[in-house]
């Protein structure tokens, strides 16, 4: 069975801070993605990957970035996190072009 | 996503059928998906269909896809209190990224 993990299910951090969320895929997957989840607007592309060290906005990459330094790993990061980034954040994997992506259980970040 | 269009809520009762209804727009999407959210969980792949496909059936899910007027439905028949979550429905733009839908929160009641 695939499986993506993400570092925290819950975090609660403060208005300015530098925030990491890591995710882990074991399946090898070339393809890694980020979104965030908020009620009625269901999910939203922040950043993608296609490749080690390669990246792609997403729909709204304002406030974050990411980093893929090896295949299985990829971090959004929040350079200084503000109120209107608490959101449950989900990390997701594909291969190919079938599309089928494996979500891992999502961090919910709360900033205060 | 706003380019896929989807109700909020739908309740349905116990062993009744459920129908989940989406709208997309990009009419190249080569797959059409949806996703199932499970309480404090991830998505999960629920089923697809291949957007040369009208139909497509697997047990207790009925997939059915107008590509005219670009509307997929979602029918869960004999709908049971484990089917109660949020459904997504997404679209292809590219070959990399899915398009969402904001998703159809699903109660069961007894």
């Known amino acids: 069975d695939v499986k993506v993990t993400q570092s925290s299910r819950y975090l609660v951090k403060r208005t300015g801070e530098k925030v990491f969320l890591e995710c882990v895929q074991d399946?090898?997957?070339?393809?890694m993605f980020w979104y965030r989840q908020d009620p009625g607007l269901g999910l939203r592309l922040i950043y993608f990957s296609y490749d080690v060290k390669m990246k792609e906005k997403g729909d709204i990459p304002e406030g974050y970035s990411v980093s893929r330094e090896k295949k299985e790993r990829f971090s959004l990061i929040l350079e200084s996190a503000s109120t209107n980034q608490t959101s449950m954040y989900l990390c997701?994997?594909?291969?190919?072009?079938?599309?089928?992506?494996?979500f891992g259980p999502g961090t919910r970040l709360t900033v205060l | 996503g706003e380019d896929v269009e989807q109700s909020l809520f739908l309740s349905v009762r116990e062993g009744d059928s459920s129908v989940i209804n989406c709208t997309y727009t990009d009419s190249s999407s080569t797959y059409l998906y949806w996703y199932k959210q499970e309480p404090g969980a991830g998505l999960q792949l629920l089923t697809y269909?291949?957007?040369?496909?009208d139909m497509k059936q697997d047990q207790r899910l009925t997939v059915l896809l107008n590509k005219k007027d670009k509307h997929l439905s979602l029918r869960i028949a004999d709908t049971q209190t484990g089917d109660s979550a949020i459904y997504f429905c997404?679209?292809?733009?590219?070959?990399?990224?899915?398009?969402f839908g904001a998703g159809t929160t699903v109660t069961v009641r007894a």
């Open positions: 269909i291949f957007s040369n496909m």
């Open positions: 997404a679209e292809t733009p590219n070959d990399y990224k899915l398009s």
């Open positions: 399946m090898d997957h070339e393809n």
């Open positions: 997701a994997s594909s291969v190919g072009q079938f599309n089928e992506q494996f």
